[in-house]
């Protein structure tokens, strides 16, 4: 029996643009959409294309299959060395500074792609999110999970140290000691603990999933975009800085805003009561 063809980037990474909302899906279900350093810097692209582009007016991550996303896949290609975080298997053993490097030109660009994206990001998490993948998924702006979801810090099974920010994103959303009870123990953590934990804003059954993120998708990009993006920097800075400095950040995110057709038309749409048009400008 011949091998199936293999797939492009493309095909795996799947990416589509209609009424403002770009749907990116990753498509590897036979791996449980665990991603290659290839369709790794794909998804970093799209979503810096995403935020430059001002039709694209909010972002969708999912997946298809039994994994949203497994982590990073290490499995060896044909001749070459055993790989490892910052390894990829077609390359030689690392060199100093070499394993840092790679992180934070792979992992961690990618969930900064994801937070420094200027549109709403909404995760559509429809299976198992390990790892980097869960990582991912935390690092949206908005979370649906699907019933058969769940989310594993994995890297203490694999006797690694978590990356892609999983420290700072996890601390922030449980707290220090949940954090560490989640990374030292690496348990499974099913979307209905998820919830609870507030890991995720929803959970829905698996078969309106697509239906609950499209909901969201579309509220949001019926919504004044510049002034979400203004409010996605300010909410993400703001266990960051000191009182002073986020009451500085904040004014002068309201004074940018007011230079934006939108935020004009807010107010205008407030006075004349009448419902507000957005364009996303």
Known sequence: MSEAPERSLEETVRHSL???VSWITLDRPEALNA???DQRDRLISLLRQASADPDTRVVVLTATGRGFCTGADLRPRPGAGPAGPGR???RAEPGPGDVARTI???AQALIAAVLDCEKPVIGAVNGIAAGIGAHLALACDLVVAAESA???EIFARRGLVPDGGGAHLLTRLVGVHKAKELMFFADDVPAAEALALG???RVVPDAVLEKSAREWA???AAGPTRAL???KNLVNHALEVDRATAFRQEADAVELNMATHDGQEGVRAFVERRAPEFTGR
């Open 218 to 220: 579309g509220r949001l």
């Open 104 to 106: 934070r030109d792979g």
């Open 88 to 90: 990829p298997a077609e």
């Open 199 to 201: 890991l995720v804003n």
């Open 35 to 37: 991603i290659t350093a």
């Open 150 to 152: 769940k989310f594993i």
């Open 229 to 231: 993006a203004l409010t």
């Open 18 to 20: 209609s009424g403002g």
